[in-house]
């Protein structure tokens, strides 16, 4: 069974730069990993994804450009390098692994065979 753990929220003003990092432990045998967020009284939004073997990534049009996401395998880490943030990049970022990279289906707890609990990223105006 896999486990998540998510570090590396906080606040930041606009413009500003954070870097996630989800630790993997547990049985990795998942081939995708991916960060989706949530943001309060709102739909939940597949950010990026990337394959076990590193390629291809997949990013959503809202962070297209400003994200980067990336993995140590060595040591089991999925990074999510967040610049030029935004006050609606604000939400609360949840690690997820799966078989598949999908950002609309990731979001889904049943499809994914693991979520972390979350970090939370507040940008300020």
């Known amino acids: 069974q896999v486990q998540l753990v998510e570090s590396g929220g906080g606040s930041v003003q606009a413009g500003g730069s954070l870097k996630l990092s989800c630790a993997v432990s547990?049985?990795?045998?998942?081939?995708?990993m991916g960060w989706f967020r949530q943001a309060p009284g709102e739909e939940r939004e597949g950010v990026a994804a990337?394959?076990?073997?590193?390629?291809?990534?997949i990013y959503a049009d809202s962070v297209k450009g400003r994200f980067t996401i990336s993995q140590d395998n060595a040591n089991n880490t999925v990074y999510l390098q967040m610049n030029s943030l935004k006050p609606e990049d604000s939400a609360m970022y949840y690690c997820?692994?799966?078989?598949?990279?999908?950002?609309?289906?990731?979001?889904?707890?049943?499809?994914?065979?693991?979520w972390g609990k979350g970090t939370l990223v507040t940008v300020a105006s």
């Open positions: 547990g049985s990795p045998a998942t081939n995708c």
């Open positions: 997820t692994a799966g078989r598949r990279c999908n950002l609309n289906t990731m979001t889904t707890r049943a499809a994914m065979d693991a």
């Open positions: 990337i394959y076990r073997g590193g390629a291809p990534t």
